[in-house]
């Protein structure tokens, strides 16, 4: 699937991500700020390979470390998320 590039660095987002983002309300600056200044790392094999979680403020992003790919974004405290959902099926 081809990639967008996010800014002068190693980072793609994927379609799948860009589509997450949106429907999450999760801002570009958001996902920029998890990914180069992430304030928690882990890796995360249940995904697949290569598969790291970095975190900032109250987003995630699942990135692939050898592709470089965006993989995901996600709320990262599950009150957030719960309440977001709340609030769009209103």
Do not use: C, K
Request: aromatic share 6%; glycine share 6%.
């Amino acid at each position: 699937m081809p990639a967008s590039s996010l800014h002068d660095n190693h980072w793609h987002l994927t379609h799948h991500a860009l589509n997450r983002a949106a429907e999450r309300g999760i801002t570009r600056a958001e996902m920029t700020a998890a990914l180069d200044t992430p304030e928690v790392t882990y890796e995360q094999g249940t995904y697949g390979p290569h598969r790291q979680v970095r975190q900032h403020g109250r987003v995630s992003v699942v990135v692939n470390t050898e592709t470089g790919d965006v993989i995901t974004a996600l709320y990262r405290f599950t009150e957030i998320r719960l309440d977001h959902n709340v609030r769009n099926a209103a």
